[in-house]
Each structure stands twice: as C-alpha cells, then as structure tokens.
C-alpha cells in the first residue's frame, strides 16, 4: 500500500513537499516515481528514480522547479515541487514499477499506485 501526503491548496510560485510511504515493500526493489492527472488530461509521468541509488529524471517541463528522492530509511519517496504554476493543479500519484522499467516514467510499468492526493494552484 501507498500513501500519499502533502499536497493541498498553493499560490502560485508557492512550493509543495508531497510524500509517499509504503507498507507491504521495499521501495528500495522497485523503480519508484511520481505521476500526474489533470481533469481532461492523460495521467503524465512527472519524475521517476530506477532503484535505490539510481539517477533520478525528472521530465523536461518540470526541470529545475521538480525534484525526486527517496529515503529507504524511512521507505519514502518525496516529491520537492516549487515555482508552481496554475497548470501543475493535478492529481498526483507516487508509484511503484518494475525495478528495471525503462523508461521509469512509464505508467504501463507500474505495479502498484498511491491513491492520488490533490495539488491546486491558484493564479
């Protein structure tokens, strides 16, 4: 199970620390990474990591605002998002893939999901 926190109601140029927890695996055997869905959009992969120690991506429109990184102490993955803009309110969802899931931001390669938690930025 994953479990998403953090999200909630910003301004623009606001920043967001999303946070997801599992319980029943190891973060650290899968690929892990964070998605999006937008009302009336397709679900967008946002930043991804290949198992534990590996480079982490981050997709070119969120470059340089979006980060990734995981704590396998903790069995947590995070999601730093700063300089947000109107157009980043979405659902977003933390996520586990296959561990060798290439690319990591691939939504086909998912096995398990978060149950999403809401961002919304106002203008």
């Known amino acids: 199970q994953l479990v998403e926190s953090g999200g909630g109601l910003v301004q623009a140029g606001g920043s967001l620390r999303l946070s997801c927890t599992a319980s029943?695996?190891?973060?650290?055997?899968?690929?892990v990474g964070w998605f999006r869905q937008a009302p009336g959009n397709e679900r967008l992969g946002v930043a991804c990591?290949?198992?534990?120690?590996?480079?982490?991506y981050v997709e070119d429109s969120f470059h340089g605002r979006f980060k990734i990184s995981t704590d396998s102490a903790k069995n947590t993955i995070t999601l730093q998002m700063n300089s947000l803009r109107p157009q980043d309110s979405a659902v977003y969802y933390c996520?586990?893939?296959?561990?060798?899931?290439?690319?990591?931001?691939?939504?086909?390669?998912?096995?398990?999901w978060g149950q999403g938690t809401q961002v919304t930025v106002s203008s």
């Open positions: 996520a586990a893939l296959k561990r060798d899931a290439d690319p990591c931001y691939y939504d086909g390669y998912v096995a398990y």
């Open positions: 029943g695996l190891r973060f650290d055997d899968y690929a």
């Open positions: 990591i290949r198992g534990s120690g590996g480079r982490p």
